[in-house]
Every structure is written in C-alpha cells, then in structure tokens.
C-alpha cells in the first residue's frame, strides 16, 4: 500500500473549511463524506464549494445547470 503524501495533498486541497482534521488525508475525507451521504468540497467548484454544500443533491444541480 502506497503512503499518503499528506504534505502533497494538502497543496492540492480546495477545500475551505478550516478546522477540518481531514484536510491532506484524502481517503479520510472520502470516507467521513460518503457516511454522510455527501461529496468531498474538491468535487465542486469554488463557488459552490463554499457553501458548504455537499450534497449529491447539490452536486447534481451544479454540473446539470453549467455552472462550472
């Protein structure tokens, strides 16, 4: 198994929400979403990420209206 290169990840991060402890460990942040029926922040863009909003949902509407 390869090591996480959190030093690496985090350069890489969009994700705005700062207290979060998952921020670099992608497979901890992919895993704590997907409990939590949501997508990671680094799937949307920007704008939409600082919403705090990551719901399917929310994901859905994103790429079906061209937001992007």
Known sequence: MRE???AVNK???TCT??????KGICCECIRYHKK??????CLFPPAVEKTYDRSIEKFI??????RV
Do not use: A, H, I
């Open 4 to 6: 996480c290169n959190v």
């Open 11 to 13: 350069k890489d991060c």
């Open 17 to 22: 929400y700062e207290p979060c402890s998952r």
């Open 36 to 41: 939590m029926n949501q997508l990671p922040g």
């Open 61 to 66: 509407q994103t790429y079906s209206r061209g």
